[in-house]
């Protein structure tokens, strides 16, 4: 069925980089951007950036601009995302989400992973 | 970047009743470019409407959007015992995508 799958949670210490993988299957990986968003515990969404499978190219919020990457394996249909020099209020749940597909700034989200908690402490 | 203001924080209401949800933009959001979506403790957020007032697929139809312009509401017609969670809106107007801060629909 159509889904995505996540990797599992992370334990990290301040400084460390960790990466979470968002595999997707039952629809063309290529035809979809792929979002990923975080929610720290009990507050709100955040939206980290989004990438198109199909080109390789990737935009981010500024916040996370010069410290996160986002990257893609067509063949395997996973995409991915890189956290570098984690700090602990980077501690949160992360999803990846694909948008409609729809032409457009149509950025809006249907299907969400599971969620991936990374967990920043010394 | 958009804003988006939620109201109220929590909303207590018994089943059956109906809940009225707000959200209201800094600035315009064109082209009706809202989403509203229900998250329950431990689980991803779920689309429940697109474009300010689509319901997305198997969303039941006591869920409604409507709105314009920098007002927006989420009308839930009869709670049932599923619907108690936090909702969210969000607009895709530009970059970065924005959210509200969440509605809490709690049982009285």
């Known amino acids: 069925q159509v889904q995505l799958v996540q990797s599992g949670a992370e334990v990290k210490k301040p400084g460390a980089s960790v990466k979470v993988s968002c595999k997707a299957s039952?629809?063309?990986?290529?035809?979809?951007?792929m979002h990923w968003l975080r929610q720290a515990p009990g507050q709100g969404l955040e939206w980290i950036g989004h990438?198109?499978?199909?080109?390789?190219?990737?935009e981010y919020a500024q916040h996370f601009r010069d410290w996160v990457i986002m990257t893609r394996d067509t063949s395997s249909g996973t995409a991915y995302l890189e956290l570098t020099n984690l700090k602990s209020d980077d501690t949160a749940v992360y999803y990846c989400?694909?948008?409609?597909?729809?032409?457009?700034?149509?950025?809006?989200?249907?299907?969400w992973g599971r969620g991936t908690l990374v967990s920043v402490s010394s | 970047e958009i804003v988006l203001t939620q109201s109220p924080d929590t909303l207590s209401l018994s089943p059956g009743e109906r809940a009225t949800l707000s959200c209201r933009a800094s600035q315009s959001v064109s082209s009706n470019s809202l989403a509203w979506y229900q998250q329950k403790p431990g689980q991803a957020p779920r689309l429940l409407i697109y474009?300010?007032?689509n319901r997305a697929t198997d969303i039941p139809d006591r869920f409604s959007g409507s709105g314009s312009g920098t007002d927006f509401t989420l009308t839930i017609s009869r709670l049932e015992p599923e619907d108690f969670a936090v909702y969210y809106c969000?607009?895709?107007?530009?970059?970065?995508?924005?959210f509200g801060g969440g509605t809490k629909v709690e049982i009285k």
């Open positions: 474009d300010a007032f």
């Open positions: 969000q607009e895709y107007v530009g970059s970065p995508l924005t």
């Open positions: 039952g629809y063309i990986f290529t035809n979809y951007h």
């Open positions: 989400a694909r948008d409609s597909g729809r032409p457009g700034h149509f950025w809006y989200f249907g299907l």
């Open positions: 990438m198109d499978p199909a080109r390789g190219g990737a």
